[in-house]
């Protein structure tokens, strides 16, 4: 198993896209950046195709430590989900299987 890094996106747009690195790198960061307001402003990005990115609030609740059956309070949190399309879905059964 391998980890997709900034630099290999990066890469595949210098190679595929034929870009060039300084406008690859800059375009990647754009895009990013476009995609973390987003989610701090509306709460929700959806991409065709690829799936849904939504931010959820918590509330403050309590919870057990499983080992030591502790109750602690969690505190109230904002939290990043991802739902992946139908058809990423897809596409990935499809080239796992």
């Known amino acids: 198993m391998t980890t997709l890094?900034?630099?290999d996106i990066v890469d595949n747009?210098?190679?595929?896209?034929?870009l060039?690195?300084?406008?690859?790198?800059?375009?990647?960061?754009?895009?990013?950046e476009v995609m973390i307001q987003a989610l701090?402003?509306?709460?929700?990005?959806?991409?065709?195709?690829?799936?849904s990115f939504n931010v959820r609030?918590?509330?403050?609740?309590?919870?057990r430590n499983p080992k030591t059956k502790k109750?602690?309070?969690i505190t109230?949190?904002?939290?990043?989900?991802?739902?992946?399309s139908k058809?990423?879905?897809e596409k990935i059964q499809k080239q796992k299987s």
């Open 71 to 73: 109750e602690a309070v």
């Open 57 to 63: 609030h918590k509330a403050k609740r309590v919870g």
């Open 40 to 51: 701090i402003n509306e709460n929700f990005i959806k991409i065709s195709s690829f799936g």
């Open 20 to 32: 060039p690195r300084q406008q690859a790198v800059d375009f990647l960061e754009a895009t990013l």
């Open 13 to 18: 747009l210098v190679q595929e896209g034929r």
């Open 5 to 7: 890094t900034r630099a």
């Open 87 to 89: 058809y990423l879905r």
């Open 76 to 84: 109230p949190r904002h939290v990043l989900s991802f739902k992946p």
